[in-house]
C-alpha cells in the first residue's frame, strides 16, 4: 500500500497557503495523491481565493476517501475567523494544536502514513511559549530528558543543536555528557537506518576558542568526555572544534555537524544554503519534517515566497518515509 502524506496547514498568518499552492503545482501526479492536508477547508480555500491561486480542494472525512489526483484533499478542523489572513490568536492556537494532535494520533494509529509535515508556526501560539514543534511532538510521543534530536539538513550537509528552543543562559545547564552521548548516538543510527551510511560528524564546543580547555569549562567536563566515549562506540566523531571558523572550510569534511545550542549553526547554515533545507525531528514515533524557515509575516500576500524548502520535505518524507 502507498503510504500517506499529512501536512499540517500550520499557522494561518503566514505564507504558508501561499506555499502550499507553489508545491502544489511543482510536485507529479503520484506524489499528489499521497497528500493529506489538515487544518480549516474555508480557511484554506479563502486564503486562496484572495491571492487569486486556484486549486482543486476536496474535503475528507478520513484517510480512507480517495478522490482524483489533482484534488489537494483537506481533513477539516474548526476555526472562526473574519479576516482569513488575520485570523485571533487564539483561534491560530486552537487550530494548531488540534492540528499537530489529530496528525500525531493519525501516525501513531494507522501503520500507512510516510510521516508529517508541517508548516511554520509562531512558537508564541503554543502555550509554552518556551517549546516548537519538535519539544511539542516530543511530548506527545512520551520522549523524556531532551532526547529527541532536531536535524537541519540538505543533501550537503546536516546540523543539529543539543539543546533547541531554550533561553541562552539555560543552556549551559543542559550540556551533559549523557545528553551529547544519547543525541549523537540517535543521529549516527537514523543515518545508518535511514541514509545507508555511517556518518562522520564533528561536534562543537560551547564557548569561544573551547575556553581554552579549562578544568572548569564545559568543553573539559563534559563535551570531551563524550567525544572519547563515542569514539569507543565506532562513532566518527571528531571535536570540539570551535565554532567561529568551523563553517569556513572545515564543514566540508564532515556529514553533521553538532553544535550545542540553536542560534550556535542555523544562522551560519542558513547563510551557506538558504532555503535549500528541511527540519527533521528525530527520535520520535513517526517521521516528522518541516521546511527550515518561518511564517514570513511581512511576505503575506506579496507572491514572493520560496517554497524550495516544503517541496523538499514532501520528496524527502516520500522516499524515506516510515
Known sequence: MKKKILIIGGDPNSINSEIIFKSWKKINLSIKKKIYLITNYNLIRDQLKKLKFSIKLQKVKSLDEVFKNEYLKIIDLPAIYKDPFNVSKRESSKLVTNSLDLAHKLCVKHKNIAGIINCPIDKSLFKKSKIGVTEYLAFKCGLK?????????????????????????????????????????????????????????????????????????????????????????????????????????????????????????????????????INVTLGLKYLRVSPDHGVAKQLIKKNKANPLSLINCIKFINKFGL
Open 145 to 277: 530528558n531532551n532526547s529527541e534530536v532536531m536535524l537541519i539538513k540538505n543533501k550537503k550537509l546536516s546540523v543539529a543543536p543539543i539543546t533547541t528552543h531554550i533561553n541562552l543562559n539555560q543552556v549551559s545547564k543542559r550540556i551533559t555528557k549523557k545528553t551529547i552521548i544519547k543525541k549523537v548516538n540517535t543521529i549516527n543510527n537514523w543515518f545508518i537506518a535511514k541514509l545507508k551510511y555511517k556518518p562522520k560528524i564533528c561536534i562543537l564546543g560551547l564557548n569561544p576558542h573551547n575556553a581554552e580547555f579549562r578544568s572548569n569549562s564545559e568543553e573539559k567536563k563534559e563535551i570531551l568526555p563524550a567525544i572519547k566515549k563515542l569514539k569507543k562506540n565506532k562513532i566518527l566523531i571528531s571535536g570540539p572544534l570551535p565554532a567561529d571558523t568551523v563553517f569556513i572550510e572545515q564543514y566540508k569534511k564532515f556529514d553533521v555537524v553538532v553544535g550545542m545550542y540553536h542560534d550556535q549553526i542555523l544562522p551560519s547554515f542558513k547563510t551557506l544554503f538558504k532555503f535549500d533545507a
